[in-house]
């Protein structure tokens, strides 16, 4: 019997994904408008690449302590109301990043928001993954998670280029005066984004899920929110897929640094800042596109570590580059083979994952991963300013990048041989374990 064929618009077909996947690209355009604001904005008024980690740490530490419980509510209670909510959360915030902004507030006032943005996130990340296959059927769940990577990217690549484009123009109505308050219209359009993602996700009907059977009482919330962590380190393909990318964004966090190489190495404004920091962004689509259209990896495994081992590589490029376009294609290549690994992780995790344990799941991957990006950025941050007393500003961020290009190459090394039912990874199969 003829198989049938691999159809790459499977998940677009559904109406229910359509709505999901229009509101979250408005939305996380804007949030990716917001970060390159936000760092922009931070480094224009501090000079500082240290405050740049501080942000990273604000965002970090949230999700740090409130993820395990988070998990567990995310389990039992309706995750289409608890998506909507953190939206909601997220527009306010970035209403109040306008006038923060706007008045100048003090650097205290600015963190403090940050970390309330992280309050949401913790409960955002998580929902957001577990309700995806809520609304497609188990057989197109891998498009889906294609598509969603790639619409997310070209939302994502969009939106630095669009912040820039706007502080720009700000400046330039202020006659070329270059004033930090120029990023307040950026913050006021996430605001509104978030909101349409809101409205957007009240048309959509998710079937229900399985609840967790602790419920949300302080014994449940106790036992229940260990769960997901217990399921991680029984599946040690998914515990493997994790550490990898756990050490390696925690090493290779070379766009946490891009205001000061806008500034400082490449000598650029708002906009290229905005276009370096789309570049990953680009890749990506471009990857998303081709990912759709063939079928999954026969050795998953395999094609995880060299995609991370070539994102170490670009990274390393990255670093050395003080020409603008070179730095582009480098980011460019390295958000293409990233994409490659978030889609097999993605799907490694949920389809590995019983339903009623997703949230949990989910809630401990973004312990690892959501943290270990902002943690990453710190590092970096940390290691330029250190490296900059002796090396100057420029110099401490091209140490800190290439430095962290190198360990990510070490970290695939070790994961690979730490890990060997990694290396053998197969066809990931799409039909989710039953609780």
């Not at 480098?330 to 490694?348: E, F, K, P």
């Not at 949920?350 to 344990?357: A, K, S």
């Not at 940390?382 to 961020?397: E, F, I, K, S, T």
Request: glycine fraction near 10%; proline fraction near 6%.
């Amino acid at each position: 019997m003829t198989p049938p064929a691999h159809d790459p618009y499977a998940a677009l077909r559904i109406p229910a994904y359509r709505r999901f996947a229009g509101g979250w690209s408005i939305a996380s355009m804007g949030m990716q408008m917001q970060g390159m604001a936000l760092g922009w904005e931070v480094y224009e008024r501090t000079r500082d690449p240290l405050a740049l980690g501080i942000v990273g740490l604000c965002r970090a530490f949230p999700v740090i302590l409130l993820a395990l419980p988070a998990g567990q509510i995310v389990d039992t209670i309706s995750r289409k109301r608890l998506l909507v909510g953190t939206q909601l959360a997220f527009a306010l915030v970035s209403f109040l990043l306008a006038w923060s902004s706007y008045a100048q507030a003090p650097m205290a006032v600015v963190y403090l928001l940050v970390v309330l943005s992280g309050c949401a996130r913790v409960f955002n990340g998580p929902t957001r993954s577990a309700i995806l296959p809520m609304i497609v059927p188990p057989g197109v769940f891998h498009n889906a998670v294609t598509w969603n990577a790639g619409v997310f990217h070209a939302s994502a690549m969009l939106g630095p280029i669009l912040g820039g484009l706007i502080i720009d123009a700000m400046n330039t109505h202020a006659g070329l005066k270059i004033t930090a308050a120029a990023a307040w219209p950026v913050y006021a359009f996430t605001g509104a984004a978030c909101l349409a993602f809101a409205f957007a996700m009240g048309a959509v009907e998710p079937r229900d899920h399985v609840r967790a059977p602790e419920g949300l009482s302080l014994r449940g919330l106790w036992l229940g929110m260990f769960a997901g962590a217990k399921h991680l380190f029984a599946e040690k393909t998914i515990l493997g897929a994790i550490a990898l990318d756990l050490f390696a964004v925690l090493l290779g966090g070379a766009t946490a640094l891009l205001p000061v190489y806008a500034k400082e190495v490449l000598h650029v404004g708002a906009w290229p800042l905005g276009v370096l920091k789309a570049s990953p962004y680009l890749g990506a689509v471009l990857m998303s596109v081709y990912l759709a259209h063939r079928k999954p990896f026969a050795r998953s495994g395999a094609a995880l570590l060299w995609s991370v081992a070539a994102f170490g590589a670009a990274t390393i490029v990255f670093g050395f580059s003080q020409h603008l376009w070179l730095s582009i294609a480098a980011l460019l290549v390295a958000g293409a083979v990233d994409t490659v690994s978030v889609v097999i992780r993605h799907v490694l995790v949920q389809v590995r994952t019983p339903e009623h344990l997703r949230g949990r799941v989910a809630a401990v991957n973004s312990v690892f991963i959501e943290s270990s990006n902002e943690l990453g950025g710190f590092e970096s941050a940390l290691v330029a300013d250190v490296a900059g007393r002796w090396l100057g500003v420029a110099g401490g961020a091209v140490l800190s990048v290439v430095g962290g290009g190198i360990g990510t190459l070490l970290v695939v090394a070790g994961i690979a041989w730490a890990f060997p039912a990694l290396r053998r990874l197969g066809r990931l199969e799409e039909t989710p374990p039953e609780p």
